[in-house]
């Protein structure tokens, strides 16, 4: 008697278009950074506007290239979990559960904790919080989030749309502003200073610096497994989306710049308020306050969209929490997976140990990037070229990408070597959790 069929497991449904991913793109990558870094890349650069206009582009087009190629990646394995799958397709199951592993513990989660703890901070330049009341908002803030995102997917990208399209005006309004009004511009662009070995090292640590300012583009692979047509939309979502930041990113330092002058900038920590309050009061740069507010709400919301979608493959692999691979009945979310990944990010928010959890190890991931890229090498050989999406310029595009992650990794592993050690041992701390799950799994059908 012929054993009964296995039902088919539930999938993601696909529900995500070109201006969901562009805006998830934009979303997720523009968090509190373009309103710090760009005074700290003046000051590494010795004051020049010029070298500072030349780091912000080449990150910028180091950064396209990654999306050009995972692009391509994306358009011939549209799958869930996206860079995990890709990894786990090319070079096996255990450096793609390391990442899962990193990003669940440490990078997503840490990266979610620091917003909403930020939030909070913000929050405080029109309520008056105690401590405690503090982490009571952030913890708030990521369950409000997560909330919205297990009632459903489609839900939780209107709310991305809609913030990100706010946060994105704004600044694009400001940056306009600060141009017209403000006249430090005025001779900016002409002083270049003496080439030194210091200012050499400068430049190397303001491009790693603007590089991390645009992480977080990779996200957008793990809704491949949600998006409409994915084999055309989502290669011209990442690529039009990373192309937007550098458009943004430039016009934001320009604008910072013509209201307060080169110096000016070097000598705040908070440089957009700084830079509207010279120009339009403090009045306008409390307004400056609100859209920070916004742009880390929506940072937050999109990591929480996108992440759970890692969790959830793993765990369909069988190396993870079984209960994580679920759909949720009416929603059709990985519930599970985006509450796991709220709980420990509201943890890590309580107890405040994700600032030296995310010191420690967040460099670790431009290893995993890397090795998704190198990923495209390995695909092309078995199968060719796709039908759909090919990367321009193979293969010095995703060489040239490859290369610069290895120069962050090694970057890191020079100048901070005790704390690059702590990091890789975090991130092969998961091995035993590896061989354990796939203990688990023998004698067990095949999950896929």
Request: aromatic content about 10%.
């Amino acid at each position: 008697m012929n054993a009964p069929a296995t039902p088919p497991r539930a999938e993601l449904a696909r529900t995500l278009g070109v201006t969901d991913l562009v805006l998830l793109v934009i979303g997720t990558v523009i968090g509190s950074g373009i309103f710090i870094v760009p005074a700290v890349v003046l000051r590494q650069v010795q004051g020049s506007l010029s070298l500072a206009v030349l780091v912000w582009v080449l990150a910028g087009v180091l950064s396209l290239l990654g999306a050009l190629t995972y692009g391509e990646l994306g358009a011939g394995r549209p799958d869930a979990g996206g860079l995990y799958a890709y990894i786990r397709d090319a070079f096996g199951p255990l450096p793609a559960f390391l990442y899962g592993w990193t990003k669940f513990f440490v990078i997503a989660s840490g990266s979610a904790a620091t917003l909403a703890v930020a939030f909070s901070s913000y929050l405080k330049e029109f309520v008056a919080l105690s401590p405690i009341q503090a982490k009571m908002v952030a913890v708030a803030m990521l369950i409000v989030i997560g909330f919205i995102n297990v009632r459903g997917t489609r839900r939780s990208a209107g709310v991305q749309n809609w913030s990100t399209g706010v946060k994105l005006g704004a600044i694009v309004i400001m940056s306009v502003l600060l141009l017209g009004r403000g006249s430090g511009m005025s001779g900016a662009m002409t002083a270049l200073p003496t080439f030194t070995p210091s200012l050499l090292t400068g430049l190397g640590l303001s491009l790693i610096g603007v590089l991390w300012a645009y992480e977080g583009w990779q996200y957008v692979t793990f809704a491949a497994g949600e998006t409409r047509d994915a084999q055309r939309t989502f290669p011209l979502a990442i690529t039009v989306g990373t192309a937007l930041l550098i458009v943004l990113y430039l016009l934001v330092n320009l604008g910072y710049v013509a209201a307060l002058g080169v110096t000016g900038v070097q000598e705040t920590e908070r440089v957009a308020a700084t830079a509207v309050n010279a120009v339009f009061g403090p009045v306008a740069a409390k307004g400056i306050t609100v859209i920070i507010l916004v742009a880390m709400f929506s940072a937050t919301n999109g990591l929480t969209l996108t992440a759970p979608r890692l969790y959830f493959s793993m765990a369909r692999d069988g190396v993870f929490f079984a209960k994580l691979g679920e759909l949720h009945p009416r929603f059709g979310t990985p519930a599970f997976a985006i509450i796991a990944g709220t709980v420990w990010a509201s943890l890590l928010a309580l107890t405040g140990t994700f600032e030296q959890l995310l010191t420690y190890v967040v460099f670790s991931g431009w290893i995993f990037y890397g090795l998704g890229a190198m990923s495209l090498f390995v695909f092309r050989r078995r199968s060719g070229p796709p039908a759909t999406f090919r990367v321009p310029g193979y293969p010095v595009t995703p060489l040239l990408f490859v290369g610069a992650s290895a120069a962050i990794v090694l970057n890191a592993v020079i100048t901070a070597p005790a704390q690059a050690l702590i990091g890789l041992g975090a991130v092969l701390a998961g091995i035993p959790a590896f061989l354990y799950w796939r203990r688990g799994r023998q004698g067990s059908p095949p999950p896929r």
